[in-house]
């Protein structure tokens, strides 16, 4: 039940330079609404709106939100599967959405992605061998009388026995079909993997086990992870940083071990209350339950987007949006801080 005492404790922070690999300028994803029969575009959904972040080499950023804010959207955005309105995302010091879709095929390579569910992400028609070489061989990175031992290379590395390329997708197990998808994103030997949720769908204790796969690869070919999750705890446990997101926007973001320690946004400190701590009864008082539904991403709240939820409310968060208050590596976008927060 509780996943993160099961998590190898050994993984070590890397950080390769102080440049940064990945950085988010304001990046809005929005989906048109269509109507009637001429499809008049009545309105827009706002998935990602405004969103700004940085993930420089080595760094885990873990994105943490309930379903429906925009996290894996964002993700998608980043690896060029969703189409983004209006904003930048600058990779390597590119920008790429001013890349022609030749020019971001070069560098597709460098930004892969580890999907929520292994099994529709993986081609039933095709054996572990193809999978796992598909992308090697459209980039011309192996030959075809190599693929075979490269294939076994790249499936003992997560844990599955060599005869696995032989086998098909539908023969394992969740948790191996997983691995499987480890092994397609590592194989490109990319910059960059988005990881969008990779193991709400499997078991806890598999869950760990991916977890600590993860954290090896990320040592052995110098990775770096965007970790999208609904769990804090998990993000908790492997992020260098966490930002909190909630309906589009970014609500709090600092390094993961004093977002947990001190929670500052009302979202985050919901959050936090509701991550279950072995042996620990917490008080009923102190326990934080958000009443309400998400609002609509189509017709967002004016203001603070949490405000129709929030437990510590006042009269301006209805009124006006929060601006970012900043001090040191913590950043929080809340009416309660003024211009300066204090660290922990």
């Given amino acids: ?87 930048k995302i600058f990779f390597m010091g590119q920008n790429l959405l001013s890349l022609k879709q030749k020019e971001f095929s070069r560098i597709r390579s460098k930004i892969q992605v580890i999907f929520q ?24 990175m192996i030959t075809a009388s190599g693929r075979e031992k490269h294939a076994k290379k790249l499936v003992c590395s997560v844990g599955l026995d ?18 499987i998808n480890i092994a397609r994103a590592v194989s490109l030997k990319p910059d960059l993997i988005v990881c969008d949720e990779p193991v709400s769908a499997l078991d806890v204790s598999v869950q760990a086990q991916i977890i600590n796969l993860l954290m090896d690869l990320k040592d052995q070919f110098n990775l ?27 609500m709090e973001k ?14 985050t400190k919901a959050l936090v209350s509701a991550i279950p701590k072995p042996g620990e009864t917490l008080p009923q008082n102190r326990r934080i339950v958000l009443k309400g539904e998400i609002p609509s991403p189509m017709n967002p709240p004016d203001g603070c987007r949490f405000h129709t939820r929030c437990h510590e409310y006042m009269k301006i968060c209805s009124a006006q949006e929060p601006v970012k208050t900043k001090s040191g590596q913590r950043s929080v976008w809340c ?4 211009s300066e927060i204090k660290d922990c």
């Fill in 1 to 87: 039940m509780f996943l993160c005492e099961q998590v190898n404790k050994k993984f070590m922070k890397n950080t390769i330079s102080p440049s940064l690999l990945l950085e988010v300028d304001r990046l809005k994803t929005w989906f048109s609404v269509k109507r009637g029969i001429i499809s008049k575009t009545i309105g827009y959904i706002r998935a990602v709106d405004g969103v700004s972040l940085c993930i420089k080499p080595g760094e885990i950023l873990g994105l943490v939100g309930e379903s429906g804010c925009g996290k894996t959207t964002l993700g998608r955005t980043i690896t060029g599967l969703e189409k983004a309105y209006d904003g």
């Fill in 117 to 140: 569910d292994p099994m529709s992400s993986l081609n039933p028609r095709m054996n572990v061998l193809d999978i796992v070489t598909e992308g090697l061989m459209r980039f011309g």
């Fill in 162 to 179: 060599e005869n696995a390329v032989y086998r098909y997708p539908h023969e394992f197990s969740g948790g191996q079909r997983q691995r």
């Fill in 224 to 250: 770096s992870y965007l970790f999208i999750s609904h769990d804090l705890s998990v993000a908790g446990n492997i992020a260098d940083t966490i930002a909190v997101m909630y309906l589009g926007k970014i």
């Fill in 254 to 267: 600092g390094p993961a071990a004093s977002i947990i320690k001190d929670p500052r946004h009302p979202y």
């Fill in 335 to 338: 009416h309660l801080y003024g």
